[in-house]
């Protein structure tokens, strides 16, 4: 009797994320947004003593200023913020600041959505999942409130489980190395990662 009305609870529970899809995702999206611009203005002790100091110093001397110890950042993080400051008298300095971090979290969404696609057929789950993950306040603040980097190096970590995911140990491996060009966080992703694989 289970077996014959599996076809149905599996309809039933595509119509029931199909009308969330519709529901939580323009939703998720636009409380995304709406928290991202509220969080541009803000300051944060981070910002004010460090990272704003570091755009000075990059917008005044380029690439010059990589000659002297200025910063406790890796490299490929600050060619981004010198990038950045070739927006001077566009946008301001905080706004340039966030503004890769922000990038980055859109970046990570898309990813978050092919990750699930792996797992669930329908792509209505997987468009929840993402647009979700916009939402959570760790990525919220991290990124539009204290202009932090993190969410560069976590698209590498999630693109290096994409592939391994798709069987593609090589390409996963680059993707992790260029993490580590960014954070040293991730081995400790590594060492989850094996753990439970």
Known sequence: MSSFLTPFRSERQESIVYWLAWILVPLFLLLGVILRWTGLPFVSFDISIFLMGWYDKLAAHGF????????NYTPPYLYLLFLMTKTAGLIPKVVAIKLPSIGFDLLNAVLVYKIL???Y????????GASAFLVLPTILLDS???GQADSIYTFFVL???FFLMKDQPFAAMVLFGLSLSFKAQPPSWLRSSFCSW
């Open 121 to 128: 057929s329908s792509g209505g789950m997987a468009l929840i």
């Open 159 to 161: 693109a290096c489980l």
């Open 144 to 146: 539009a409130y204290w």
């Open 64 to 71: 010059a200023e990589f000659r002297f110890p200025f910063s």
């Open 117 to 119: 696609r792996i797992k």
